[in-house]
């Protein structure tokens, strides 16, 4: 069976598994421009190793990939929609090459750029000017692996070979060589989470991020602010990114044994989110939290919420799915 695109970020995502998880988001970009260093010091000496700068090629594919990853990028779709093949051998034909190496590094620094411009409003302290054009990392990330692909094409290296042999290399090599974090894409309650939803209308949910690893030695609302700074973020990146919802796993038997109980849970934590909203800032009715059984809406900053419960053996889980307007 032919190879996609996507395939290749599924793979680098079970490498990236393997090797203990992602890196924060902007540990990720600050490797992207570590790597563009290499690949510029590389390219510009009189002779290019061809092994050396296949390796750096594909090195910034496994870190743009992965950085995409954490957003749920896909990237057969972002192609697709820019009226590129998604199939590999297609890719190689259906990419012309730059017309030199300098224009060929020029395209990726420009299109690294735009990625860190992107990040920076999501992950870092810069706010995003009313006057500034809306772009999408997806978008960008896909933009630029199409300049990758075609300075690959240029001095005639078949990339996703050399994708190939860095992701068998990484799986020896980098074994425990990084800090780790925590991120929304490999979290625990996200795995559950889809094993749940098999057979359900929320098996077809693709871009969704998980709540941080619940703690069972903590209390609610100290497991809440664990996981309050990835519902903070899911905000911030959701509708640009197209990420359709967020789940939440309560662990304990203590909050689930009968009905009453689960709706106390509940209670409990929309009025902790509520609590940090800053579109509100006071203790809220119940119903104004969506807890009537007609409504099931819930809005945090600024954007309306339909939570759905489900219980599945000791955990009670809340899926979060936004109504973007």
């Known amino acids: 069976m032919s190879q996609t695109i996507r395939d290749y970020q599924l793979k680098v995502d079970k490498t990236v598994r393997e090797l203990g998880g992602y890196w924060r ?9 570590e790597e563009l260093g290499e690949l510029s010091e590389l390219i510009m000496t ?24 954490q957003y749920c990028t896909d990237l057969d779709e972002e192609f697709s929609l820019m009226g590129y093949p998604i199939i590999i051998d297609e890719v190689y034909q259906g990419i012309q090459p730059v017309t030199s190496k300098e224009e060929g590094l020029m395209k990726l620094v420009t299109r690294a750029g735009q990625i860190a411009r992107i990040l920076n409003h999501y992950e870092g302290d810069k706010k995003k000017k009313p006057t500034e054009k809306k ?31 860095i992701l068998d290399r990484d799986v020896v090599r980098d074994k425990n060589r990084f800090d780790i974090t925590h991120d929304p894409t490999t979290e625990p309650s996200l ?78 934590v929309l009025q902790f989110f509520h609590r940090y909203d800053p579109y509100q800032g006071q203790e809220p009715d119940v119903n104004e939290l969506g807890l009537h059984e007609l409504t099931f809406r ?5 954007i309306e919420f339909e939570w759905i419960p489900m219980v599945h053996e000791q955990s009670l889980f809340i899926l979060f799915i936004p109504l973007y307007h």
């Open 25 to 33: 988001p902007l540990s990720g970009l600050a490797r992207v421009i």
């Open 46 to 69: 009189s002779e290019s190793d061809r092994e050396k700068l296949g390796g750096e090629l594909a090195d910034l594919f496994v870190i743009t990939a992965s950085v995409g990853n």
């Open 135 to 165: 772009r999408r990392l997806g978008e960008e990330i896909a933009k630029f692996n199409i300049d990758l692909i075609a300075l690959a094409n240029f001095n005639n290296i078949p990339l996703f070979t050399y994708v190939d042999k």
């Open 191 to 268: 795995d559950h989470f889809r094993k749940l939803a098999k057979g359900t209308p929320y098996e077809s949910l693709k871009k969704v991020w998980g709540s941080y690893e619940w703690d069972e030695t903590l209390s609610l609302e100290k497991n809440l602010q664990n996981t309050l700074p990835t519902f903070q973020r899911f905000i911030k990146v959701g509708e640009n990114e197209g990420l359709e919802a967020l789940v939440l796993e309560i662990i304990g038997e203590e909050y689930i044994y009968d009905k009453e109980k689960r709706n106390k849970t509940i209670q409990r």
């Open 298 to 302: 819930f809005h945090y900053y600024g």
